[in-house]
């Protein structure tokens, strides 16, 4: 069985633009949930979709945000970029919306210059 | 506010010291608490934890929470250089908006 994959696995962005991450989970997995890492704040939740639904969302700025298809893949949008956005995206999947057998993808490096 | 504390930061053993790590919390509403071994990039997840006093173990690593006094410990013994990574602690309140600590950095030397 094929793990979470994301894409692209790197990135280098300017301020001011946007930028999508995409995320398909393993599949059967129905709950996707995306963490944003960086060495001074650690892994910070940013959201969870279960069935095409934003089950919760992390303390940040609405310029983040998200999606799931109906095929269960999600995607990632941040707009307007700021330099402090430089960080590693990890999307993870479970099947439902324990957090018990969460399996993390490989991550996309984002680079804001 | 929810968090969570982990210690030590960073922890230099050698191969075949046992290593206890350390986590505290203070979340509203637990469900559970959960670590995570990461090594390169994706935290691969170790131990899902939710009820007070039962070890769980898995090879030579064990871990066991204290719902009363807050904290978990993620024990491993005989440890080999393999064991070098970042061991995060995550908290699960029931919201879902998992909590996590910065993590212990363990290095293992031969």
């Known amino acids: 069985k094929a793990g979470v994959t994301q894409t692209p696995r790197y990135l280098i962005k300017t301020r001011g633009q946007q930028v999508t991450l995409s995320c398909s989970p393993i599949?059967?997995?129905?709950?996707v949930s995306w963490y944003q890492q960086t060495p001074g704040q650690g892994l910070q939740f940013l959201f969870e979709y279960f069935s095409e639904t934003q089950r919760n969302k992390g303390n940040f700025p609405g310029r983040f945000s998200g999606r799931q298809f109906s095929n269960s893949r999600s995607e990632m949008n941040v707009s307007t970029l700021e330099l402090g956005d430089s960080a590693l995206y990890l999307c993870?999947?479970?099947?439902?919306?324990?957090?018990?057998?969460?399996?993390f993808g490989p991550g996309t490096r984002l680079t804001v210059t | 506010e929810d968090k969570v504390v982990q210690s030590p930061l960073s922890l230099v053993v050698h191969e075949g010291d046992t290593v206890t790590l350390n986590c505290s919390y203070e979340?509203?509403?637990?469900?559970?608490l959960l670590w995570y071994k990461q090594e390169k990039k994706a935290p691969t997840f170790l131990f899902m934890l939710t009820s007070s006093g039962i070890e769980k173990k898995s090879g030579r690593l064990s871990s066991i929470l204290d719902k009363k006094e807050l904290f978990s410990i993620l024990n491993i013994t005989a440890t080999q250089t393999g064991d070098s990574a970042i061991y995060l602690c995550a908290v699960d309140p029931r919201r879902n908006d998992m909590r996590f600590g910065a993590g212990t950095r363990l290095t293992v030397k031969p």
């Open positions: 993870a999947s479970s099947i439902g919306t324990g957090k018990d057998e969460q399996y």
């Open positions: 599949s059967g997995h129905r709950s």
């Open positions: 979340v509203t509403n637990f469900r559970s």
